[in-house]
Structure formats: structure tokens, C-alpha cells
């Protein structure tokens, strides 16, 4: 049974999460990183108590809270003042161009393996590192940073969405694969961290039982992401989208 006090800091994430990002997007008009940094200060506190308690599951609820805040409003804040928002996003408009060129011309690293697996490979070791380096927070700030230029990439298409075609471009604009490798990520940086956090502060080198199963479930939702990236990128999601909007 979920307890009260669970529910309120759930609740609180998920607020938490939405105030930082709209105080990020604020405060980056002073420098970007901030809004990566801000955002991981409304969540951090709680994610460690987690970990620290091995209450690893329950540490994968709030970060995947914490991420859907984020990424709602993000994307609010792209579809209403993308002027305002474009420098603010760490690798923003760069992952637009790129996924725009995607979408017209069916080439770039989106749907091609030879192109997207060594960087992605490369994306997953930082990650890695900096998860176990720093018991989550590092991870955290490269993972916001991560859906802040996605969410980005997701409002600016919708904003080039036909009229007829709006509800198609919403549902199109999160790929299912990119919503795998989240999961496959999140999953990877809690097992991580637990693992951290029993490194740095009890001194010892023991991987339990929630960290090895969150392990091979975190390779099994990256591994999707790979395969799915693969295949349906070009063959389902690309025509649609650019059957679906103006750009």
C-alpha cells in the first residue's frame, strides 16, 4: 500500500519539476546550463533519499515523474514562446536542424544504425560514468539536458503540424523507441546510482539483487531503442511526418 507521505513527495516532484523548468528557461537566458541544473535540484533531494534507502523502484518512479514535468513543460514553453526558448536549450536548434532533415529527406543519423551507434554507444558510456561517479547527480544533469533538446525538438514540431493533422503530429513528436531508451535510462541510472552510493559511502563493492535485475532490464529497453531505431525510423515514422506537416 502506498503511504501518504509517498504520494505528497511524488506530488511534489512532479510540481517541483514544472516550477524548476519554467524558473530554468528564466535563469538559461543568463546561461543555458542553469536550466539543466535547476531542474536537477528539484528532484535530486528526493531520488537520493531513495537510493540511499534501496528503494530503487520507488527512485524510478520520481525520476520518470519528474521527467513527464519536465518534458510537458518544455514543450508548453517551445509551442508558446519558441522565440524566447531556441537559445535557451543546450543543443536545441542543432538537434531541430537535424531532425528536420530527417523528415525531408529520409537521411541522417535518426534511421540509419551506421551513423547513430557509435555516438549513441559513446552517449550510454558518459552516461555510465557519470552515474557512477557521482551516485546519479551527473547523470541527471546529462539526462536533462538530453530531454530538454528532444522536448524542444517535439514543441517545434508541433508547431509546423497541418491543421488536419495536429493529433498525429502530438502522438508522432515522442517516437516509440525514444520513449524506450528513457525507461532504458532511467532504469540504468538507478541501478547506477544504488551501486554509487554502496561504493562512496559504505565503502564496499556489492551488486544486489534490484540493482542486477534493474540492469538487465535498463540493456533490454536500450536494446529495443537500437533495433526499433533501425527499423521503423525510416519506414514508418519519417514518411508520415513529412506527410503531416510543413516543413
Not at 535530486?44 to 525520476?63: D, E, H, M, N, Q
Request: a positive charge; aromatic letters at 14%.
Amino acid at each position: 500500500m502506498v503511504s501518504h507521505s509517498a504520494i505528497e513527495e511524488t506530488a511534489t516532484v512532479f510540481s517541483a519539476g514544472l516550477f524548476a523548468t519554467f524558473l530554468g528557461l528564466v535563469l538559461a537566458g543568463i546561461n543555458p546550463f542553469l536550466l539543466p541544473l535547476v531542474q536537477l535540484l528539484a528532484v535530486y533531494p528526493f531520488y537520493f533519499k531513495a537510493i540511499r534507502g534501496g528503494k530503487l523502484r520507488y527512485a524510478a518512479l520520481l525520476v520518470f515523474l519528474w521527467a513527464i514535468a519536465v518534458s510537458l513543460a518544455i514543450i508548453f514553453a517551445t509551442i508558446s514562446q519558441r522565440i524566447l526558448v531556441s537559445g535557451r536549450i543546450i543543443n536545441g536548434e542543432a538537434y531541430v536542424s537535424e531532425m528536420f532533415e530527417w523528415i525531408r529527406t529520409g537521411r541522417g543519423p535518426e534511421g540509419d544504425p551506421s551513423l547513430f551507434m557509435i555516438p549513441k554507444i559513446r552517449e550510454i558510456a558518459i552516461f555510465t560514468a557519470l552515474s557512477l561517479a557521482s551516485v546519479g547527480l551527473l547523470g541527471l544533469f546529462l539526462g536533462a539536458v538530453l530531454l530538454n533538446y528532444m522536448n524542444y525538438y517535439a514543441g517545434v514540431l508541433i508547431l509546423h503540424a497541418k491543421p488536419e493533422h495536429l493529433l498525429g503530429v502530438v502522438l508522432l513528436s515522442w517516437q516509440i523507441y525514444a520513449l524506450l531508451r528513457v525507461v532504458g535510462y532511467v532504469l540504468l541510472g538507478v541501478a547506477l546510482s544504488r551501486l554509487s552510493y554502496i561504493i562512496i559511502f559504505q565503502h564496499r563493492f556489492t551488486v544486489e539483487k534490484d540493482v542486477k535485475r534493474l540492469l538487465s532490464w535498463s540493456l533490454i529497453f536500450i536494446a529495443l531503442d537500437f533495433l526499433l531505431k533501425s527499423t521503423v525510423a525510416n519506414t514508418f515514422y519519417q514518411p508520415l511526418l513529412q506527410m503531416f506537416t510543413n516543413i
